[in-house]
Each structure stands twice: as C-alpha cells, then as structure tokens.
C-alpha cells in the first residue's frame, strides 16, 4: 500500500488494485506542484470526495472526464456533478459499503459543513472506512471531535488514521491527538488539511507529543509513503 499527499486534505491510495483519489485539490492549491499533476493522477480508478466544497470537489470533475472514472460519494453530491458537469459517479451514504477494486469503502459521519460554491446544499459532510490489503485506513474527512467516534473505533478497528489536523476549520493537532487516543486504537497517523495556509497548524509537533507509541507520520507532498 502506497499513501501520497497531494497538499491541503488530498491523498492519493494505492491499495489492492485500486488507485484512489481522496479530495483532489490540485489548481490553485499552493502546496501541489502542477508540473506533477500527471504524475499524481496517473492510473487512478475512482476519485472520493468526503464533501463538497471547493477545497475538497477541486479537480474532481476534470480528472473523472480526462481518465474516465466515477466520482464516488454522498448520493446529494453525487447527484449534483453528474447532472450538472456530465461525469459517472457512485452515489451512496452513512452507513452504506461500496466495493472498489477489491477495496470496501464504508462512509461514517463527520462534523463540519458541506456546500457547493456560492451555497446551494450538496449533501452533508462524510469520512471514510477503506479496507484493503489487511489494513483499515480512517480517513476523516474535515470534522471535528465527536462522539460517534467511539463506535467507528470499536466497530472498523482501523489501524492507519488519515486525520485533519490543521485546526481552524477542522480539529486541531491537539484536538486530533485527543481523538485518537481515547476512541481508536492507531498503529499510524498521518495529519492532512494543515499547512496550507499560515491560518492553520504548520506541524505536526503536538500530534506526536499527544501519541506516544503511535507511528505519526508527517507527509510531504507527491512523496509516497508505503505501508
């Protein structure tokens, strides 16, 4: 298995047979090399987008078009990008497990806000269970701390957290650390959504101190990590 941070909450995983794109946010993100865009798309099966704003849909759409793959997500969401820009999409919700090349992908809650660009309503906020390769990788998607994290701990037993952690408009690194500790059971975490801009998180320090025995990770951008 193969994770590689694009900047901000886009992640490219490699796993089972399947190339995922989680957030893509690559025009206009100021940590993503554009003379890498190729590089970063290359071979990718399905694109996962946890909500709806701009930081997040990013380059969706144009990659779905150029390699001919499903956008896979909330089904409000989902419904919006095919009717409005014409791509093929996997429309599902809480609760629901949708299969991807070998890999199961089950959508849990998250706590934030979701809007398309200038506020029209596109679903709700979600993160995401994907379990491949013997592995069960959190992906959090943008929230803060919640209580239904207990039972997505106890039930997915995910090993590897892909946690937002910038603070500001997500959890925080402290407020990250927290979560992990109490309601997961982690053998690596690796912070996104920070970094970004100076209004947000530019390390990783806190996250660490606050895990000891955890394996946290701090990414850097287009540089796969293998697990």
């Not at 919006?80 to 820009?85: F, N, T």
Request: proline letters at 5%; a negative charge; aromatic letters at 8%.
């Amino acid at each position: 298995m193969h994770i590689t941070w694009l900047g901000h909450a886009g992640f490219r995983i490699e796993i089972e047979t399947a190339v995922l794109l989680l957030d893509p946010w690559l025009t206009g993100n100021p940590m993503f090399p554009m003379d890498r865009r190729a590089e970063a798309v290359a071979g990718a099966t399905h694109i996962l987008l946890t909500h709806a704003h701009g930081d997040h849909v990013g380059d969706s759409v144009a990659i779905a078009k150029e390699l001919d793959i499903p956008v896979v997500g909330i089904y409000d969401l989902m419904g919006v990008l095919e009717a409005r820009d014409g791509v093929k999409t996997t429309g599902f919700n809480k609760g629901g497990t949708v299969t991807l090349n070998g890999v199961r992908v089950t959508m849990v809650n998250a706590c934030h806000s979701s809007s398309l660009d200038g506020g029209a309503p596109a679903g709700s906020e979600a993160g995401f269970m994907i379990a491949g390769e013997g592995h069960t990788i959190y992906a959090s998607g943008d929230t803060d701390i919640m209580a239904d994290m207990d039972w997505m701990g106890d039930l997915h037993k995910p090993d590897i957290g892909i946690l937002a952690a910038g603070g500001y408009f997500t959890m925080d690194m402290a407020r990250a650390a927290y979560a992990a500790r109490r309601y997961f059971n982690f053998k690596t975490v690796i912070p996104g959504h920070y970094r970004t801009f100076p209004l947000l998180e530019q390390n990783a320090d806190v996250l660490r101190a606050g895990l000891p025995g955890v394996q946290v990770i701090e990414p850097q951008v287009m540089q796969p990590i293998s697990l």
